[in-house]
């Protein structure tokens, strides 16, 4: 029992990190129509960036600040340069330009600072709490990690909702033509949006680090498990990304806890096909189904 | 004048015409294999193995407008049935082979039935996590799969016909080779097929096929499992040639960079795949050339490759979408252009009618 209340406590938190990934690729599929495949590559850039600043300064807050600044321009520097010469053309091309950028840029990583992975240091204590005399597989940083990812989920959230800058994306997202017409400028606002998301993605990276270490393939899982959480929250839901982000962390935590490590991503690949099969609109749609 | 002349020249059938350059090529890939050293012969293996693989997942993104980044993995599917059968169960090579191609067959269509609902991204994201995940299952069951050192199988002995002396590596060129062939007398025939038409059709316009007939869901699945079974083949082949299956050779990289050599060649051409298994066979040595001549860091060296492919598929996404083949169409179109106008006699109007037929078929050949 005890094992079952660490899996799911040890779900949650890994869950929040998917959540947060998935975020990152459903704010960039509403806006542009693209998954971003190379949000996997760039949370890794700017959590080495965080990484190297730790190490030279000492200080994890300023790293932490830093990789966030980073994901935002890195974000926006993506959409303005690469990005906006594939929006609205056929999907396989911006699928091949993402993956080409997460080649590159983890080609790149592995260059500048090797294939070997690195320990990357928690925010908060990562020993668990003491309840009753038996240690909870759930501590200090776990608990960070969930209140950052509410936060930035309710803040985004609020944002779309009650900003005019908010509803100028979500127009611009929705109608682009429309929107340009009343005056929005509609590319910038994409830009924006990828700005956005490369910032939760990258803290997402940050937050997962400690977990995974930092090297330039250590993130790929991360990334499907995100796409995989998206895919199960609709793809086009940001809520529906927090709950798919949780949901399949916690199925994958099972998994890991009763099956072995080794199987979890086979168990996203299931999760995914699943869903897809019976829901393809995800287990929140209300849309109905693409048919042909 | 000149077209009856072509037709008295070229067979009209695509059988046969497809038989004809299959056995070209093979009498190519013979006299390359005899003038060859053996580092040469190997590498002559591997472009094989390569073009194998290249030529199912051309015909998957290029017609069938799928994408797949799993094909590194169902490679390993098709290594691990040879080793697994040669190496264990003592079966002789060539149905060992064909085992591999049903096996993948099989996972590609697991993986691919879903391929009714896995359009665009989404089959994009399910592909990336299988090629992610499989190679986990090595380490799952080691006593099957070896864990991370893989399996290892005897080296394949030439026929004692062939005289004692007949090197390991050409006889390897000759089996990869051999598959080659294969493959591209059956994918030609199919790419001009009714299949092949079948695969453009639900490519440029779904609704419109579906309304002509086609079962779009099952046209993508049969597209899908075609090119697993090349990948199967092709997996096999690399086991029978590195006489090894082992994880670390069938990671996310693998995958992706197939994908880049289908893109450089240019997708959908089967010469293109050509083009892409060179690539793939000589990128590794020539960056390795260049990183000892600049004496650059083993970092740096060892990361060059996946450097070179992530920015050519960026650059030829953005720049130059239809790869070397369509570079060397052009070229060719315009030889052709210069030539007829030299000749002369030709009137204007065939020549229009010609470069029009040139451009007509980007996605063929």
Redesign the interface.
């Given at each position: 029992m005890t094992r079952f209340i660490d899996l799911t406590l040890n779900g949650i938190s890994t869950g929040a990190v998917y959540a947060a990934v998935a975020l990152a690729l459903v704010m960039i599929?509403r806006a542009t129509r693209?998954?971003n495949?190379a949000q996997g590559g760039m949370l890794m850039i700017t959590t080495f960036i965080a990484s190297s600043v730790i190490g030279s300064s000492g200080s994890y807050w300023l790293g932490f600040a830093v990789a966030l600044v980073c994901g935002l321009v890195l974000g926006a520097v993506v959409e303005r340069v690469?990005m906006r010469?594939?929006e609205g053309g056929p999907?396989?091309?911006a699928?091949?330009?993402a993956?080409?950028?997460?080649?590159?840029?983890?080609?790149?990583a592995?260059?500048?600072?090797?294939?070997t992975p690195r320990s990357f240091p928690p925010a908060f204590s990562i020993r668990g709490y003491d309840v009753g005399g038996t240690t909870l597989l759930f501590s200090p940083n776990d608990t960070f990690t969930v209140l950052v990812v509410v936060a930035v989920a309710v803040g985004l959230a609020l944002l779309f909702r009650y900003t005019a800058v908010g509803l100028r994306m979500r127009a611009s997202a929705l109608a682009p033509e429309v929107a340009r017409l009343l005056g929005v400028r509609v590319g910038r606002m994409f830009t924006l949006g990828w700005a956005l998301a490369a910032f939760v993605g990258s803290l997402a990276g940050l937050l997962v680090a400690p977990s995974v270490f930092v090297g330039?393939?250590q993130f790929?899982?991360i990334?499907?498990f995100g796409?995989?959480a998206a895919?199960l929250g609709g793809l086009d839901s940001p809520p529906g990304a927090v709950v798919g982000g949780i949901l399949l962390g916690l199925a994958l935590s099972y998994v890991s806890g009763y099956e072995?490590a080794?199987?979890?991503?086979?168990a996203?690949?299931v999760v995914?096909?699943a869903v897809?099969?019976i829901r393809?609109g995800g287990l929140f749609s209300t849309r109905k189904e693409?048919r042909? | 004048m000149n077209a009856a002349l072509a037709r008295l020249r070229a067979p009209q059938s695509t059988l046969l015409r497809s038989l004809a350059l299959a056995l070209l090529a093979g009498v190519a890939l013979f006299i390359a294999s005899e003038l060859l050293s053996a580092y040469d012969d190997l590498q002559l293996a591997s472009g094989s193995y390569y073009f194998v693989v290249l030529a199912g997942l051309t015909v998957l993104t290029g017609l069938s407008g799928q994408i797949s980044l799993g094909h590194g993995a169902l490679m390993a599917v098709g290594a691990y049935t040879v080793t697994l059968l040669v190496g264990n169960e003592h079966w002789a090579l060539v149905p060992a082979l064909a085992a591999a191609i049903l096996t993948t067959a099989l996972v590609g269509t697991i993986v691919g039935a879903a391929a009714t609902r896995l359009r665009g991204p989404y089959l994009a994201g399910a592909t990336l996590a299988f090629a992610i995940g499989l190679p986990a299952l090595a380490d799952k069951y080691p006593n099957t799969f070896g864990g991370a050192n893989g399996l290892i199988i005897n080296p394949p002995t030439p026929p004692s016909g062939l005289g004692s002396s007949f090197p390991l590596e050409r006889w390897e060129a000759w089996i990869a080779g051999a598959g080659a062939l294969v493959v591209v007398f059956l994918m030609r025939n199919l790419t001009r097929s009714g299949v092949g038409r079948s695969f453009r059709a639900v490519r440029d316009d779904e609704i419109a096929a579906s309304l002509c007939g086609l079962h779009v869901g099952r046209v993508q699945t049969l597209a899908f499992v075609v090119s697993a079974a090349c990948a199967g083949l092709g997996g096999g082949l690399l086991a029978v040639v590195l006489q090894l299956a082992a994880p670390g050779a069938f990671e996310l990289g693998l995958s992706l960079s197939l994908l880049t050599a289908v893109v450089l060649g240019g997708l959908g051409s089967l010469v293109g795949a050509i083009w892409g298994a060179a690539v793939l066979v000589l990128l590794p040595g020539w960056s390795n050339d260049l990183a000892h001549s600049f004496s650059l860091s083993t970092n740096v060296s060892n990361n060059l490759p996946l450097a070179v492919y992530g920015l050519v598929l960026i650059v030829a996404m953005l720049v130059w979408p239809s790869g070397i083949q369509g570079g060397v169409r052009r070229i060719i179109a315009v030889a052709r252009r210069i030539l007829r106008r030299r000749i002369g006699g030709t009137p204007e109007k065939l020549d229009k009618h010609s470069t029009q037929d040139q451009e007509e078929q980007p996605n063929e050949s």
């Amino acid at each position: 029992m005890t094992r079952f209340i660490d899996l799911t406590l040890n779900g949650i938190s890994t869950g929040a990190v998917y959540a947060a990934v998935a975020l990152a690729l459903v704010m960039i599929w509403r806006a542009t129509r693209i998954v971003n495949f190379a949000q996997g590559g760039m949370l890794m850039i700017t959590t080495f960036i965080a990484s190297s600043v730790i190490g030279s300064s000492g200080s994890y807050w300023l790293g932490f600040a830093v990789a966030l600044v980073c994901g935002l321009v890195l974000g926006a520097v993506v959409e303005r340069v690469l990005m906006r010469r594939v929006e609205g053309g056929p999907p396989l091309n911006a699928v091949i330009v993402a993956l080409g950028l997460l080649i590159l840029l983890e080609a790149g990583a592995g260059m500048i600072w090797g294939n070997t992975p690195r320990s990357f240091p928690p925010a908060f204590s990562i020993r668990g709490y003491d309840v009753g005399g038996t240690t909870l597989l759930f501590s200090p940083n776990d608990t960070f990690t969930v209140l950052v990812v509410v936060a930035v989920a309710v803040g985004l959230a609020l944002l779309f909702r009650y900003t005019a800058v908010g509803l100028r994306m979500r127009a611009s997202a929705l109608a682009p033509e429309v929107a340009r017409l009343l005056g929005v400028r509609v590319g910038r606002m994409f830009t924006l949006g990828w700005a956005l998301a490369a910032f939760v993605g990258s803290l997402a990276g940050l937050l997962v680090a400690p977990s995974v270490f930092v090297g330039p393939n250590q993130f790929d899982p991360i990334l499907i498990f995100g796409f995989t959480a998206a895919v199960l929250g609709g793809l086009d839901s940001p809520p529906g990304a927090v709950v798919g982000g949780i949901l399949l962390g916690l199925a994958l935590s099972y998994v890991s806890g009763y099956e072995g490590a080794s199987l979890v991503t086979l168990a996203a690949l299931v999760v995914l096909i699943a869903v897809l099969m019976i829901r393809p609109g995800g287990l929140f749609s209300t849309r109905k189904e693409r048919r042909v | 004048m000149n077209a009856a002349l072509a037709r008295l020249r070229a067979p009209q059938s695509t059988l046969l015409r497809s038989l004809a350059l299959a056995l070209l090529a093979g009498v190519a890939l013979f006299i390359a294999s005899e003038l060859l050293s053996a580092y040469d012969d190997l590498q002559l293996a591997s472009g094989s193995y390569y073009f194998v693989v290249l030529a199912g997942l051309t015909v998957l993104t290029g017609l069938s407008g799928q994408i797949s980044l799993g094909h590194g993995a169902l490679m390993a599917v098709g290594a691990y049935t040879v080793t697994l059968l040669v190496g264990n169960e003592h079966w002789a090579l060539v149905p060992a082979l064909a085992a591999a191609i049903l096996t993948t067959a099989l996972v590609g269509t697991i993986v691919g039935a879903a391929a009714t609902r896995l359009r665009g991204p989404y089959l994009a994201g399910a592909t990336l996590a299988f090629a992610i995940g499989l190679p986990a299952l090595a380490d799952k069951y080691p006593n099957t799969f070896g864990g991370a050192n893989g399996l290892i199988i005897n080296p394949p002995t030439p026929p004692s016909g062939l005289g004692s002396s007949f090197p390991l590596e050409r006889w390897e060129a000759w089996i990869a080779g051999a598959g080659a062939l294969v493959v591209v007398f059956l994918m030609r025939n199919l790419t001009r097929s009714g299949v092949g038409r079948s695969f453009r059709a639900v490519r440029d316009d779904e609704i419109a096929a579906s309304l002509c007939g086609l079962h779009v869901g099952r046209v993508q699945t049969l597209a899908f499992v075609v090119s697993a079974a090349c990948a199967g083949l092709g997996g096999g082949l690399l086991a029978v040639v590195l006489q090894l299956a082992a994880p670390g050779a069938f990671e996310l990289g693998l995958s992706l960079s197939l994908l880049t050599a289908v893109v450089l060649g240019g997708l959908g051409s089967l010469v293109g795949a050509i083009w892409g298994a060179a690539v793939l066979v000589l990128l590794p040595g020539w960056s390795n050339d260049l990183a000892h001549s600049f004496s650059l860091s083993t970092n740096v060296s060892n990361n060059l490759p996946l450097a070179v492919y992530g920015l050519v598929l960026i650059v030829a996404m953005l720049v130059w979408p239809s790869g070397i083949q369509g570079g060397v169409r052009r070229i060719i179109a315009v030889a052709r252009r210069i030539l007829r106008r030299r000749i002369g006699g030709t009137p204007e109007k065939l020549d229009k009618h010609s470069t029009q037929d040139q451009e007509e078929q980007p996605n063929e050949s």
